[in-house]
């Protein structure tokens, strides 16, 4: 299977390294918005203007669209599922429903499998939600997330004046995740669930207290949280906080008809968030370009694909060592 | 929906409970091997002889095949297969390639569903070794079992001379637990990975010391663990230990392109290792009967349903709510 790279950012370069893990794809190429001659990319595959990516319809089977949610995902998606099979990490989660009908309007026209929304949550979160929702009716779920560096905070705190530049962590509070594994089923406040820990390079002569002060009241992003911040040098931050790390735990309690207690959970810890979501998102190619083959068409989530569509291997060999 | 139990024991029964917290289904009734009016059901469900099954052929939309491994299923589930969607919990792994075979032309021939060995292992367990492994293609995985209790052990303890009941937990060992969580892919022995825990009423006058002997020695079931055994009274035994917990641990450790380590895991903590397989049935049962409504025939196993067909709710909801 002949794959394709659209934006090629951290995510694009992890599924450009995904690939080399999956030896029924082949790497047919990046394209991107900007000059290709300015694009290295890290494996040495060639680079095309994204412009001009129709010309290769017959050589591609399926594309990853490696935009951002904001503003790319929402255009290119339904864009290039009029004419290829495509996989998205479409993450804003209250926009789902409209980027689905958007997706599956073209896909259908085209007769192409779109995948949205896929990644780790949306994607791997949401499977093992609904998985534990189905088994457990009776019961209460509870996402929690970090301990990660939240892409969205950081950038926040580099906006506050006198700030050079910084890292943000969101943290799950153990005393939390233990309530809510002994099946206590708790009520918990945002401030119960996780705390926000800052590493914040000050410019020059700035106002750290005010600077502090400025963070932990920041309405939204900090106010209803328990927030530290700890301000360093420039060269403790790229020294100790250059990784992009993620994670986080899913957890269903729940009661069975004679008042058994059960816990589910799912947990991840990730050295690097766009790679662990890259690779999803290239296990759900293969899946949309074998969903394709067996005659499916339109917009699809991690809910409508059979988990057998994701591997490499056959079905009597997954039932055989997997099963 | 309605939904038929076929054999009456533990699992069975886990289902009838299940159905009560499943309001789509409707139970048709329990069938069974015993006279029928010797049977007293949980919830008051009609019971009906095996025999008569095919008379309701007409009025049951899928059947829960409750029976044992060993013997019942390899015979029931091909013969029910032929007339019902249905699903069964078949669990002897090394034959399981032999049992989807005879399911699946007698399903085929049927024109109906037959979703066999769910439960959490196989079931859940193999889904979680599914995506793990199709996400991180280089990585090893890792099952562990319990705390929980083994019943063939416990039986093998029982056979013990001078042994008046036992009942046997499989640990699984926090060492080896945390060596997987950090990620270095350790190469586990057996005794590594579990320990066995056994509490044994002896018989008046018993041996205990040769009690215990024996039972460390046992090849295949103790030889190769670390084994603890404790002498207790019937009275003890009756109060701390007639539950049936159980639970698991699968960890997936790989890493991606550029280096990355990434730690997948998925646990279970069950008060009832009975009534969560049971919810496994019932929400399998759900899903075969819509496959079957959407065309589709043969076995299947946990691999081969989208998750949305395990869900009461509909697509738009879930991609609503839980993506």
């Known amino acids: 299977m002949k ?3 659209a934006g090629y ?6 599924v450009e390294l995904s690939i080399g893990q999956n030896p029924d794809f082949e ?12 694009v290295k990319t890290v494996t040495g595959a060639k680079v095309f203007h994204i412009d001009n990516i129709l010309d290769y319809k017959d050589e591609i089977d399926v594309v990853v669209i490696c935009g951002g949610s904001a503003t790319d995902l929402p255009r290119q998606t339904p864009e290039l599922a009029e004419h290829f099979c495509v996989v998205d990490s479409f993450d804003t989660h209250a926009k789902i429903p409209e980027h689905f009908a958007a997706v599956d309007t073209a896909a259908k026209k085209s007769g192409k499998v779109a995948v949205i929304s896929a990644g780790w949550d949306p994607g791997m979160f949401s499977l ?6 189905c088994i457990l009716p009776e019961g209460k779920d509870y996402t929690f997330w970090g301990k990660g ?6 950038d926040a705190i580099r906006r506050i004046e006198g700030v050079a530049d910084a890292k943000q962590y969101t943290i799950p509070v153990e005393a939390a995740l ?3 594994r002994s099946g206590k089923n708790p009520d918990l406040s945002t401030r119960e ?4 820990e800052c590493f914040v390079v000050a410019e020059e002569g700035a106002d750290k207290a005010c600077i502090e002060e400025e963070i932990k009241t920041m309405p939204n992003y900090f106010a209803d949280y328990d927030t530290t911040v700890h301000f360093i040098s420039k060269e403790e931050l790229a020294r100790d906080h250059s990784g992009i790390p993620h994670g986080g735990f899913v957890i269903r309690s729940g009661v069975t008809g004679s008042g058994n207690t059960h816990i589910i959970e799912y947990s991840l810890k990730l050295d690097s968030n766009p790679e662990f979501t890259a690779s999803v998102l290239v296990a759900c190619a293969r899946a949309a370009v074998r969903m394709n083959a067996d005659g499916m068409t339109g917009a699809k989530t991690v809910f409508d694909i059979a988990p057998a569509y994701l591997s490499i291997k056959s079905n009597e060999d997954l039932r055989k060592e997997m099963l």
Chains 1, 2 share one sequence.
Do not use: C, M, W
Request: proline share 2%; hydrophobic share 35%.
């Open 27 to 38: 790497l047919f190429g990046v394209f991107t918005r900007r000059a290709p001659e300015t």
């Open 3 to 5: 794959i394709a790279i």
């Open 178 to 180: 233990d309530a809510v």
């Open 128 to 133: 093992n939600r609904l998985y534990a929702s």
């Open 149 to 154: 560096v939240s892409q969205g905070h950081s």
């Open 9 to 14: 950012g951290n995510l694009g370069r992890g």
């Open 193 to 196: 669930k996780h705390t926000r």
